[in-house]
């Protein structure tokens, strides 16, 4: 090859590469739009789901129209890499503006300085949810629009038939009477009669599971110091919870193999449901005025359900906190959290937005969830430990789910969980 | 006995040759019976992907288990199809992954290339400390060095059009080139060309040299056309990853209309997964890598026969 060939190489390389370059690049906040508004980069967990996308935009042109010196520009992302995104953005120091996050891990971002304190006017969060707020160290980082609950999802005429008494919230199943339930439509014939979902992984097991270990009296750690979970998580209570734990998979009452979702209750292959009100509308269809949403069971301190879902905060970087900030006092209106909730099946985060939604209005099919979370819910705990809290609590589960020691198996999470706590500090705690 | 010998030598033989032809005519068909059945269990996944990819997710729940999960029976129709084109930009994620794809192992065949050249063909000093520091970097994983990674090339220069001038800025993140410059020079690529390089005769060298052949000319006109299974061997085991690259635009990538199929896939996996729409997504991204395999099968296995990788 010539000189002259080389140099056409080179130059289209160089060429290429320019153009490679003009595709791509966008300002993560901070930039500024042809109309000189400043351009706020809004990030989402919610790619692949266009109900909620639906929903975004709306808020977003609706914002967008309303004022000129603001522009937020919405980039979506799959929910199942999302946390990851971040943390890769964070590194890079390319966090966007707004963000929103799982409402357990806001400590953990709040402490890591991703996110700073949200400082939106108190007559907005003091109308939410208490488990739509995200706080560490007494500060407010985070707020959603709605919150999720479980129930146990049953048919009225199976419990009726099997001679079960129908729980409430006010009386609901003590453990005995669960334990009762569950022998007896085993033996009417329901080779697994409870279904919890323990085919499922990540998240779900600490949202779902720890709630029942926190009725029987155990906890993830000890709330009062957030330093140990000495006592908590291996405590005697603890022990008996995950003794039957282990023993409701070794009796069959529940098994660790199905299908994500609640496609056996809506087929009558397994009785009873543990679940989120996301799955409940399939199941409506499926049971109609047989279904029963029912309070979960009393494991001896009073029955429990996780809290705390998907809010939004503004990244510690950002260079317009004001304007995220005017974003989100404009999106917090009752007819988008009403719109998020009749959209995405969840519960709303004011009372307004409540008394509104189709589905969890006074006369709402899925109102039962609002009881249960008003009732019931505890959010997991506040620290930024808790990131570690999760995956140990995660895999101690299926341990022993799968047969191992429950002493031993709880006494290396905790201290797992302890060295991580020791080895940060104590997480500013 | 003259006779018998001569008369019942060549009978023997014949009966000996029909032996031998119906025993090899039986180990042809025992190869084939194994093959066929290897061919099956190789087919079961795909057979099973495309299969399903046109049921309803409950029917492909319920078929599970029984050999309708391999049929298309039942409810037939494109509707999962639809469904990925409502939930995801497919079109948009599979000319990003082309395009990301075939630059990565075109820019990655020239430079490598070029490379394995310097490391076997020319004399320098520090050659061989060079080709061991290459060689050692093949034990890093990936995962070890992505985050620093993605600090660095947040800090890289760059040029931005903004408003149709072009001007200097900082970051490569949001961009093609993130994801193909960093993977254009592979260690294992270097490696497998410095090696087959090697074992062409450097007389033919010594003899373009006498010609006046300079170092580019040798590679070009005599290395290149000769190392044509090398190329194709590397081509084909780079491809691959590059289209399968998940973590890095993960990482890198923010922007969904640059992001590549593979990432993609996350979309489906909602509170209760689509797999229906899975399945018809899958397909439609293993469809190029099928038509890229089989249009090079034979490149392919001549190939590796070649170069003596098993990949």
Known sequence: MNRGSLAKILSMSAVGALALTACGQAGQGGTTSEDGRVQLTMWTHSAGNPAELEVYEQIIDDFNASQDEYEVIEESFPQGAYNDAIVAAAAADDLPCLLDMDGPIVPNWAWAGYIQPLGLPQEITDSLLPTAIGTYQDEIYSAGYWDAALAVLARKSVLEENDIRIPTIDDPWTIDEFDGALDTLQDAGYKTPLDIGAEDSGEWWPYAYSPMLQSAGGDLIDRDTMLSAEGALNGPEAVEFFTWFQEAFEKGWVSSSGTIGNEEFDKGEVALSYTGGWNALPSLEAAGDDLLFLPPPDFGKGPTIGGASWQWGISSTCESPEGARAYLEFSFQDKYVTAFADNQIVIPATEGATEASEYFGPEGDLRPFVELSQEYALLRPETPAYAVISSTFEKAGKDIMNGADVQSTLDGAVAEIDANIQSNDGYGF | ?311
């Open chain 2, 1 to 311: 006995m003259a006779t018998v010998s001569l008369t019942s030598r060549p009978a023997s033989r014949t009966s000996a040759d029909r032996v031998e032809h119906v025993l090899r005519h039986r180990r042809k068909v025992w190869s084939y019976v194994a093959m066929s059945a290897l061919a099956v269990v190789f087919l079961f996944p795909l057979v099973f992907m495309f299969v399903s990819s046109l049921k309803p997710d409950a029917q492909i729940l319920g078929d599970v288990g029984s050999p309708r999960a391999f049929l298309p029976v039942g409810d037939i129709s494109l509707d999962n199809y639809f469904g990925v084109f409502d939930r995801v930009p497919v079109g948009q994620f599979l000319v990003n992954s082309v395009l990301v794809t075939v630059l990565t192992v075109g820019l990655g065949l020239v430079v490598n290339s070029m490379a394995g050249f310097a490391l076997s063909r020319m004399r320098w000093k520090g050659r061989s400390v060079v080709l061991a520091l290459v060689i050692a970097t093949l034990i890093v994983p990936f995962e070890t060095i992505a985050v620093p990674m993605v600090y660095w090339v947040a800090q890289l220069p760059t040029l931005v059009m903004e408003g149709g001038v072009l001007k200097y800025d900082f970051g490569w993140l949001n961009s093609y080139h993130v994801q193909i410059v960093p993977f254009i020079a592979n260690a294992f690529s270097i490696f497998l060309f410095t090696q087959y390089f090697s074992t062409i005769p450097k007389s033919l060298d010594e003899a373009a040299r006498i010609d006046g052949a300079g170092w580019f000319t040798i590679y070009r006109r005599i290395i290149v056309p000769l190392a044509g299974p090398a190329f194709a061997t590397v081509a084909i085991l780079t491809f691959l990853p590059a289209w399968n690259q998940y973590l890095w635009p993960l990482m890198v990538v923010q922007q969904e209309e640059l992001r590549p199929v593979m990432v993609g896939m996350q979309y489906f996996f909602q509170l209760n997964t689509a797999w229906g729409e899975v399945m018809a997504y899958t397909s439609l991204i293993t469809l190029p890598v099928l038509i890229v395999f089989l249009s090079f099968q034979r490149a392919f296995v001549s190939s590796v026969a070649a170069s003596g990788v098993k990949g």
